[in-house]
């Protein structure tokens, strides 16, 4: 009787013991192929002027400069329809701005503000002969020494990053308002252009106002440099206005200037620039198109792949692209080498572990995936987007009403399959350069409430314009099963 009543004891404890064990669980590692990504994805690639030019070449970003004098009005009023007109424009066609404001543009007159003249700002008039590839045309400059101007512009700088940073509308802001088109020298008239001290106002003003959305200056600048204010420890990223014409260094007298030059006179900092601030620029004018042939006409032009290398650039504006419809084989060479600008993310393997309570366990059950990310391109991303996951039904499974936190771009068409839930992720792609081994994201969720079947996990990292498409990753699997989604691997709802 003794012996029973101590077995009956054991297998009491044993079913407790039991009980209280891990959940049982099913794990999958999927690996997954490479392809690349699109050269659309967002805030990278070819950008032209502003226009609906989408069926010349692909782009998700588009530029436009605005004149001081359309939006500051006086000291401390400002008329920010035409920002909002642009920024409306180009969102409406899914894509994001870059814009540069100017105080100077050959050609044209107006541009300073009257109440600034009427104040006394004195206005130097001449012909500005520092416009190829086009004829020489007039300027107007103005004192950037003068008091109330730069009342006026660290006023406007403050006003306009109260307003405008962290708009999903906008990629980037060029720094603008000082020099020749805003690219912040006066060329050939070395001596009009504004003095360090203003410089530096204007880019602590930039460095105050702005904490989301990037600013770029047009030129690196060493503590050495006679005429531009250091910036290596400046937040602020770099845009190129020469690209593949005066890029690369060259060793020769008069070509100082040439960007990599300047960057590498500048110093580590802002050597290392790229790595937490973006680099755009411009497609020189004389190899617009050009510089994508197999023999550029110009034998100037540098060759684009070396200089993408070299900068680790971003975004670049060209004309070339998008002027006119372009030969297939321009079109090919370009999209060929707009592929290596910026980021490219590559997943290169998933694992999905599928966690069931046991009949004892109270536990809800959920889904674990673990993500491995790596960066193929030349430059991190700068945004501090977030992941998405998403369960896609497979064919065998009537699509059901989508639910979840967000649902943009998941719309049906023909047999595409929308997601039935989407869950919210954690993790970033901020950070991850080019030169660094792959990245983890691991994510728990819990799919109570799914019904039973077969779906397919899938990831993205939307845009946070809300009309703009998501990162897209440089995976076979990108699009695969539903439109803007990465599929990752199967799952078995039991």
């Given at each position: 009787m003794r012996k029973l009543l101590y077995l009956s004891a054991f297998l009491v404890s044993l079913t407790q013991t039991i009980s209280s064990l891990p959940t049982a669980t099913a794990q999958?590692?999927?690996?997954?192929?490479?392809?690349p990504a699109p050269i659309d994805n967002p805030l990278k690639g070819l950008v032209p002027y502003q226009a609906d030019v989408r069926n010349r070449f692909p782009h998700s970003l588009e530029f436009n400069y605005l004149s001081y004098s359309a939006i500051v009005k006086d000291f401390d009023s400002y008329d920010w329809n035409p920002i909002e007109q642009l920024l409306d424009d180009v969102s409406s066609r899914g894509h994001q701005?870059?814009?540069?404001?100017?105080?100077e543009y050959p050609n044209k007159s107006g541009v300073i503000p009257p109440f600034l003249v009427n104040s006394?700002?004195?206005?130097?008039?001449?012909?500005?002969?520092?416009?190829?590839?086009?004829?020489?045309?007039?300027?107007?400059t103005p004192d950037y020494e003068d008091a109330n101007l730069r009342k006026s512009l660290k006023n406007f700088i403050a006003a306009f990053g109260k307003k405008y940073d962290a708009d999903p509308r906008l990629g980037f802001i060029t720094a603008g308002l000082l020099g020749t088109w805003g690219e912040w020298h006066t060329y050939p008239r070395e001596d009009l252009f504004a003095s360090k001290t203003v410089q530096q106002e204007v880019m602590s003003a930039y460095e105050a106002a702005f904490q989301i959305t990037p600013i770029l200056l047009r030129y690196p600048a060493s503590e050495n440099d006679q005429q531009k204010a250091?910036?290596?420890?400046?937040?602020?990223?770099?845009?190129?206005?020469?690209f593949a014409?005066?890029?690369?260094?060259?060793?020769?007298?008069?070509?100082?200037?040439?960007?990599?030059?300047?960057?590498?006179?500048?110093?580590?900092?802002?050597?290392?620039?790229?790595?937490?601030?973006?680099?755009?620029?411009?497609?020189?004018?004389?190899?617009?198109?050009?510089?994508?042939?197999?023999?550029?006409?110009?034998?100037?032009?540098?060759?684009?792949?070396?200089?993408?290398q070299a900068t680790h650039v971003?975004?670049?504006?060209?004309?070339?692209?998008?002027?006119?419809?372009?030969?297939?084989?321009?079109?090919?060479?370009?999209?060929?080498?707009?592929?290596?600008?910026?980021?490219?993310?590559?997943?290169?393997?998933?694992?999905?572990?599928?966690?069931?309570?046991?009949?004892?366990?109270?536990?809800?059950r959920s889904l674990k995936v673990s993500v491995e990310v790596e960066n193929r391109g030349v430059a991190p991303f700068y945004y501090p987007w977030t992941t998405q996951f998403a369960l896609i039904p497979t064919p065998e499974i009537p699509t059901p009403e989508t639910t979840g936190p967000e649902t943009n771009g998941t719309e049906t068409t023909g047999t595409e399959k929308k997601p039935f839930k989407i869950f919210q992720g954690n993790g970033k792609l901020t950070g991850l350069l080019p030169s660094e081994p792959s990245r983890e994201w691991r994510e728990s969720f819990d799919i109570d409430g799914v019904p039973t079947g077969r779906y397919i996990l899938a990831i993205r990292i939307p845009n946070t314009l809300k009309q703009g498409k998501p990162v897209r990753f440089a995976n076979a699997e990108q699009d695969?099963?539903?439109?803007?989604?990465?599929?990752?691997?199967a799952v078995e709802i039991p």
């Open positions: 999958t590692r999927t690996r997954l192929t490479y392809q701005a870059v814009i540069r404001i100017f105080l006394g700002l004195k206005v130097h008039r001449y012909l500005n002969t520092n416009t190829q590839p086009f004829p020489p045309a007039q300027v107007e250091a910036n290596g420890n400046r937040k602020f990223g770099y845009h190129d206005d020469s014409w005066a890029t690369l260094h060259t060793g020769k007298q008069n070509e100082e200037w040439f960007y990599m030059t300047a960057l590498n006179q500048a110093g580590q900092q802002a050597e290392a620039k790229w790595k937490t601030h973006p680099i755009g620029g411009e497609i020189r004018p004389e190899a617009w198109g050009i510089v994508f042939d197999e023999k550029p006409s110009e034998p100037q032009v540098q060759d684009f792949s070396r200089c993408v971003s975004w670049l504006m060209d004309s070339g692209m998008f002027e006119k419809k372009q030969s297939p084989d321009r079109i090919k060479r370009a999209t060929d080498q707009v592929h290596k600008m910026g980021y490219e993310f590559h997943i290169p393997s998933a694992t999905i572990d599928l966690t069931e309570p046991t009949k004892s366990d109270i536990a809800t695969r099963d539903s439109p803007t989604w990465c599929s990752l691997g």
